[in-house]
Each structure stands twice: as C-alpha cells, then as structure tokens.
C-alpha cells in the first residue's frame, strides 16, 4: 500500500491528560504532510469507532492544538471488551469495531491512552486490524516506557499547590495534608511531592505506619519547626474499619483525622483531584508527545503495526502491544529518589529518617 492512500484512525481513550492535542497533532501532521496519508479522528474514545463517529483531519484542524489542553476528540472509559451489550445488537462492540474499521477503509489505528487503552488496542490488533499505542497518564503508570506525556504537567501542577501550603501551613502552624492522583502508583506523589519539600511522602508501594507518622511529626514540633506538609497518594492503604460499608473516605482526609487525633497538632487536608488534568501541557509534555505522535506515524508508514511507542531514557523506540496489556509500572521501593528523599529527611512512613 503506498503511503499516500494510507488512512489512519487516531482515538484518545481513558482519563484525559494535558499533552494528548500535542500527540495528536504530532501524529497527524507526520502522516499528512510527511506522507500524504489520510487522518481520521474518533470522538470519545473507542466508543467512536463502536458507533461510527468520526471525522477527518486536515491541516486547519491540527493547528493550534499543540498547547491545547484536553483532547479535540474527546475521550471516554469505554472498554469494548469489557462492557458487552449483546442483548440489543446482533454484533458485540469489537465486533462492530472491525466492521466500521473495514467499512470506513482504515488501514491503521493509533489509539492514546493509558494501560487498558493499550489492553484493548492488543485484543484489536489480535482481531487483524493495524494497531499503534502512544501512552498517555498523568500516572507515569504505563509499563514498558519510561515517560509518558501527562506526567510532567501534572508534577509541575501538583507542586505549585504543595508550594502554596507551605505559606498557609506557617500562618497557621498546621500540619497541611494534600492528596494527589495516581490511582494505584506514587509517582505522582514522590515526584511533586520531593520538588514541593514534603515532609512526609505516603505512596501506595510503601507500607506505612501511623506510630512513624506520630513520631517524626512530633519530633519536628518538638525541634521548633512551626508546621509539616504531608504529601499522600489516593492509592495509599487505608485500614477502613472491619466490614463498614460506608464508603471509605478520601485517603487524604483519614489521614488528616489520623494526625489530628494522635498528635493534637491542628491538620488540615486539600485533595487536588482534577486539577491535575487540567489546562495547557508543560513545554516538557509538549516535546514528549510531539515525538511520541511522530513516531507512531512513521511506525504507521513503515507498515509496523501491533506496537506501542516509548522511551527508553530519552531515547524513542517501540514495545509490543501485548508485553504492556494488563501490567502496571509500580514505583519500585528502591528507587533512588526514595532514599535521597530520606537523606534530606523526609519521612514516608515506614521508618524515622536516619534509621535503618
Ligand atoms: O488515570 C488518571 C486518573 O486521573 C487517576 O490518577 C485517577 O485515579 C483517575 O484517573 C480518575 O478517574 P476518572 O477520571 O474516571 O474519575
């Protein structure tokens, strides 16, 4: 197939992210004006191509796009796969997916997202269409790549906010907890949570304890430090009590309670939600997507299908679809920026500073 007549879908799937425009700018403009393919953009995830909603991009619809915040497509969680509707069509959503893909003449698909994104785009690549993944998260959750773009404009957000409790934190002599994203990694928080100078950093990867937490906080009162900043991530365990029912509190608002009652010390919580999905990517983020969509528009031309695109360090190169399907990049326990965190004491919860 000569890479003129080529026809790409591109979609966005999965929780939206600063950076996804940039990607799909960069995906775009490579195969149009490098190769003269055309564009089809799905609205709202895989739900567009499910129900045939579509249009096609040209160069007027990909400028001005590469600061944008958001997705011009629009996204959805949407997992065909998963949600089957059998009982009020004759094809289930895969099934239906194959079919428009064939019907509207594609000859490729990049689908951006995060972890089940790239689940599904392996289970459609095993059905025979041509599939590429870009990772997209705010997480930096997505296994086999070393950067996604979300991840940086999301830092950067986070710590703005961690900055600002440490004025209002001192006004008030208050412990201040903030909750960050993440869902079940801490990237998230160890990254803001080191450049924001958080006393205390709670990731789900690292068990924790509330005597730790009762002792390093005190030991800071009692040296003369007017306030502490507790940086947790959504995803930390939380003991809720033996079969209640009700549902369990923000991670972040136990453990202000926590605090508050063990230690006396006045806290207060701020959870930053979606915030950190909002607004225009980083210029960090805008380079990482631009190279991870151009990228995937060359694997597209070279008829290279059934990837996802990466980095390696800082280097771009691809990884199998289905070596990414259903895992998560945890942060290890060892990870370096841990033990140098507790080299400038911070706490996060396991062990006081200093010891072993
Ligand atoms: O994966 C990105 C993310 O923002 C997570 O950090 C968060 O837990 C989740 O999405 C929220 O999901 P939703 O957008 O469906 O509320």
Redesign the pocket.
Known sequence: MSKKKMKIGILTA??D?PGLNAAIRGVGKTALLKYGMKIYGFSSGYLGLINKEYRELDEKSLSGILTLGGTILGTS?EKPFKHQDYEEFVLSKPERICKNYKKIGLNGLVCIG?NGTMKTAGKLQDMGLNVIGIPK???NDVWGTDRTFGFDSAVNIATEAIDRMHTTANSHKRIMVVEV???HTGW?ALYSGVAGGGDVILLPEIDWDAEVLKEYLTRRSDAGKPYSIVVVA?GIKIASAAGSKKKRESAGAAIAKMIQSMTGFETRETILG?I??GGAPSPADRVIATRLGAHAAELAAAGDFGKMVAFEGYNLTEVPLHDVAGKTKMVPPDHPLIDEARSVDTCFGDKLPGTD
Do not use: A, F, K, V
């Open positions: 999965g929780g992210c969680r995060g998260t705010i997480d994203m993440g869902h998230l959504e979606y950190q999905r």
